[in-house]
């Protein structure tokens, strides 16, 4: 290979390398942007996929819809936007265990990188650190995870497909919603629309 090669094939990789430099930098800085308000102290109160409903009560108050009762599942609005009927967080409790959390941002939408962050801040400490992308059988891209704190917490029941097939306890997906937010729920059938 002549030296002329050389040159412009170190020159591709250190611009390929400034390239990767800046977008992995942009990505940190976005991924670690503040949090809202309400998901901030939902962190702080403990309240996370699998968690007791007194954890969310604790964090953000009473709900301000008063949830909609199917068998034993409730869910519950925390939250809400100003001036709206809008719940910035909507959570599905199965026998008062959090088994879905869904954010709706009270006006401009964060950036993708921003709400997954979010979102995988609202997974157990044990899940998997690395999502799988899949495509649900609702036809969006999602992303899933396993955690044994899901398997042990939530009844086995609440891990489905979008069929209504089971999958392994301690499963749960994730995807970011058309209203700027994201949907985050045991099994791998989340609601993104």
Known sequence: MSRRWILVLAA????MAVAVGIGELWASRVANAPMPPALQRALDGGARLGSNEPAFVSALGQPTLAGAMMGNLRTDGFARCDGTR??????AFA??????????PCG????????????????PADASSHPA???SG??????????????RR??????????GRDVPPGTASFGMTRQGGWDLTTGTCPQLG
């Open 154 to 163: 939530v009844a086995p029941i609440w891990f489905q497909d979008c069929n």
């Open 12 to 15: 591709l990789f250190a611009v």
């Open 95 to 104: 026998s008062g265990v959090a088994v879905s959390i869904r954010f709706t």
């Open 138 to 151: 609702l036809g969006d891209t999602a992303y899933r995870v396993t955690s044994a704190t899901l398997a």
């Open 86 to 91: 809008v719940d910035q967080v909507q959570v």
């Open 108 to 123: 401009t939408a964060p950036p993708a990188p921003s709400r997954f962050a979010q979102t995988q801040r609202f997974l």
């Open 133 to 135: 992308t899949f495509v």
